[in-house]
């Protein structure tokens, strides 16, 4: 595994700035990988992992950087649940462990570097020396990933007969004894609406 110092220039890069999400981000994942005894995600061991976070901002980043995991290769997963917090699957083994940041951390950087206003700059510092226990907590958990959603898995392709759109991966349902697609199907549940 590259070291933190690596891993966070990477970070940097890839993210356009560096923050305290970045740091946390970076650490958690390393946490998680260490955990399940995965060395080089993005390399040999590229087909064990599936990451689930549970935040979108920016230590998701760095999360999927250090994991590899990404939407577009079906083994990043969002859960929108505003928590600082993300589950590392490994397939291999169908273990998976949930690490959380702890909300006595930020009190934590605060009394390490008392004398550094800017409170970006005491989490930035503190989140590189604090100790793997007094940022996170983590817990082994079981998940059992849809099969629908893992990657290499391609499921059915098909065209809804009222949008004329295509779908992938099986994602369609019966409505009055019509296949449609979600969008058809659960207008009342669809993020857009028309604008005309
Ligand atoms: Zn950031
Ligand atoms: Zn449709």
Avoid at 4 to 24: F, S
Wanted: glycine residues 8%; aromatic residues 8%.
């Amino acid at each position: 595994m590259e070291s933190l110092e690596t891993l966070l220039e990477k970070a940097e890069v890839a993210h356009g700035h560096l923050c305290a999400g970045q740091i946390l981000g970076v650490r958690m994942a390393l946490l998680g990988l260490k955990q399940l005894e995965i060395e080089d995600p993005r390399g040999a061991d590229r087909k064990r992992l599936v990451t689930y976070v549970e935040i979108d901002r920016c230590a998701t980043d760095a999360i999927a950087l250090v994991t590899g995991c990404r939407l577009g290769k079906r083994t990043l997963k969002f859960r929108d649940w505003g928590k600082m917090a993300a589950t590392f699957v490994d397939l291999a083994t169908s273990r998976g462990v949930r690490v959380v940041a702890l909300e006595s951390s930020r009190e934590l950087a605060r009394h390490k570097y008392p004398e550094i206003e800017s409170k970006s700059q005491q989490q930035m510092k503190a989140y590189r020396e604090l100790s793997d226990s007094d940022l996170f907590e983590f817990d082994w958990v079981k998940v059992d990933v849809d099969p629908a959603e893992l990657p290499g898995q391609r499921g059915e392709r098909f065209l809804c007969p009222r949008c004329g759109e295509g779908v992938n991966f099986g994602r369609f349902i019966e409505r009055d004894g019509e296949l449609l697609c979600l969008a058809c199907a659960q207008p009342e549940v669809r993020y857009w609406r028309p604008d005309r």
